[in-house]
């Protein structure tokens, strides 16, 4: 099985940027498709995007299509989310999920989860 690690999460003004690390250890990192996620209060967990085992093909959920890129780095065990122009309905805690699966847009998909990092945009 996989641990997953979230770092970079922080306060940042509305139109400002983030960028969210999750890295992995203790299986093959190639091996899983990855999906960032985010939760708010009161809310479910919702997609964010998702990325493939090689990283060649990538998901985005409608909300930040054109504002966030998800990537990886295999070689550092590591999947990123580079988030732009952030808006305040943005902020949520963030988790990245791991499956040996289809790296889909539920997270029920999902079999290993970090523990989350917070985002706050303040407008």
């Known amino acids: 099985q996989v641990q997953l690690v979230e770092s970079g999460g922080g306060l940042v003004q509305a139109g400002g940027s983030l960028r969210l690390s999750c890295a992995a250890s203790?299986?093959?990192?190639?091996?899983?498709?990855m999906g960032w996620f985010r939760q708010a209060p009161g809310k479910e967990r919702e997609f964010v995007a998702s990325?493939?085992?090689?990283?060649?093909?990538?998901y985005y959920a409608g909300s930040v299509k054109g504002r966030f890129t998800i990537s990886r780095d295999n070689a550092k065990n590591t999947v990123y989310l580079q988030m732009n122009s952030l808006k305040p309905e943005d902020t949520a805690v963030y988790y990245c999920?791991?499956?040996?699966?289809?790296?889909?847009?539920?997270?029920?998909?999902?079999?290993?989860w970090g523990q989350g990092t917070q985002v706050t945009v303040s407008s």
């Open positions: 203790g299986d093959t990192f190639s091996s899983y498709g």
């Open positions: 990325v493939s085992q090689s990283g060649a093909s990538t």
């Open positions: 999920g791991g499956t040996r699966g289809i790296w889909t847009s539920r997270p029920g998909d999902y079999d290993y």
